[in-house]
């Protein structure tokens, strides 16, 4: 059986159209790195763009490198490579700060152009910063939130649509890998003139993403997941240019000012995106982000979907053959329409498990209290890792080779 | 004349207790950087900080790191390294995100701790973006602001100080490096119930600063000036431990719940500063700025402060004698007490003049429409490095060697 694994694993791989962008990332030796759905991997191009970085252009060129390395217009022009990843025409994405400072903004954002709709609408199942930077945002500007499980919010926009301001949710559900119908969803909102902002976090740079196509209103997501920009990278935030005329930022910075450099009195928003830019940049991190992009070069966003497929029906071929006789349950849909870019199982000792793969050399994270969590990044995971995953799985699960110890949370999603 | 110059700078740099901090900081050849007020040079401590972070850190040890590396506490860890600074105890400080954010934290924070007060009062002549957020802050919360001259701010307290909520001032007139008193408003806006926010831009690093003992409410300030983070180097937020049972903040991110990893449903505040914590933190650039904090161990901000009015004083003597018969008025007061940690010259030719200086080798910057502006920065600046400047200024005016354009903002402060 497991040689039939084997045989499968080396076929994928060996007809495996993206096996050479394994290349543009610095793994480390001997380990299989399957939480790139947490922090991505180190891309190669990261390493030497930073030291020009630090020593030419912050240590020897100093302030002119505003101007003289563009460092002004980073924010813009990683927006807009980011953008190229999430189906954006130029123009409408812009990089800095965090997800949860961009979704404050798009939600405000959202909430003053339908000034007279009392919901904000949300996931209860979304990551908990939405929930929370919903509710914030509700309080500030009079409005009530609703939390609406995906399932239910047709149902809802038919009876209450005409209350809503904005739906607030994500393709993926981060604990089971689960898809939400981006366009479905989007359309159901401007059935009933409801604006739709997405939270990409777990979708940018994983899937094609079709942000324009499907005339979304806002969207933000990170830099530090499928798009491996490196620790805190910063995030980005889409706003359709159709909202450029008239959508009004919270956090009126100077960077996003029509003339930034004129020290007016008066706040004037700068025309387009780049109103949303809002102090100085963290160029450190933003060029490191930057650089790391350069891994998606000449990359099809459709060969990404295929393979990040193929991996985790593999993973969940291997799950049903090796582990689910050890008691592991399938959380992840196995139909491919519906399937993110992970593979999440259950097993009441989640936490003692992944702790026994690390000790091995196979990392992943798991979700309390009983999600062990298998992120594949179809830019640099194989099938021979996947197999190698669930294969010390198994063997520590079946020698009870781990701690069963409580579920303790711990890292970062 | 210029050599009773030369042998003071000989002499104040040869008795110049600081000079061997000098060594400290990478800076290049052949250059007189004079803008560490707005970007401060690099320190030696970054680069080998930095390659560790991206090469251990984020590459070998990946995910692991936000515990193995204590990723996770580094925004309250640098945050307490830059409370030192600013005379703020342990716990009450955390670095993040930018100063506009920062701005928009700390100024709805307070204005929700005296709700019932309708008056934000800043200063007409603040940094735009500390104005454009106060009037953000203001809309959101049905404020209104007033622009009151720190002159007048007394006078204005006594009238209608208990309309009040906050006064939002910085210490440094950012233009003509005039510094204002941060004591005598603090304790004016006390006595009328009203808060004091304080924007340390300018001055943190540069000189000490009491906020635990002058009873400041909020401070906020940029880790990229004299703090010598880096470009764009996040910010800082400081709150008074007598405001953490109650204060609120606006940008209820994930990392500023009570239990970060718990994935609850709804945000419940952490204890104390951590609350102000917000996204994931952009780790490379927060970790340079932490390397960066390193060039001030050991180093008295008394001792800085002295070396600076030592730094501004001898420039405004060059000044006085070698630019003044040019044409040169210098704008920073002679009086050391109320002299920042820059001298501000006016000239209708700034522009040309500052670009003139830059191609041959010190850098410097200006304020439209006509200010040069030179900082200092007691931990690299010596005397010789002023003089060399002054000399060639001097030069460069007397010979007309220089474009006589019209000025153009164009550099970030």
Redesign the interface.
Known sequence: MTQQLTDLADHLDATDPLAHVRDRF?L?EG?V?L?GN??G??PAA??PV?EDV??R????D??????THD??QAPLRVGDAIGALIGAAPGQTVAG?????QL?TALSAAAELRPDRPLLVTD?EH???D???A??VGR??GRQVRRVAPADLPEFLDEHGDQVAVISYSPVDFRSGELHDVAALTRAAHRVGALALWDLCHAAGAMPVHLDDLGVDFAVG?G?KFLSG??????FLYAAERHHDSWRT??????G?AEP???????VPAPGIARAR?????????L?LEAALTAFDGVDLAQVRAKSLSLTGFFLRCAEELLAPEGFEAVTPAEPEIRASQVSLRHPHAYGLIQAL?AQGV?A?M??PDILRFGVNALCTSHHDVLTAATLLQRITSAGDYDPVPQE????T
């Open positions: 610095l480390p380990v790195y939480d947490s922090l991997p180190l990261v390493p930073l630090v020593h252009q912050w240590g020897t100093l302030i002119r490198s505003w101007n460092w002004w700060d965090s997800t949860s400072v404050f209860p990551f908990p910063t929930r929370y930077l509710d914030s500030l500007h990170c530090y490196g620790p805190g990278a910063p995030a919270p956090l009126s910075g100077w960077t000012h450099f004129g020290l007016q009195a008066d706040y809002i102090g100085t940049p963290p160029i450190l991190s933003l490191a690390a990392v994270d979700r309390a949370p711990g890292t970062v």
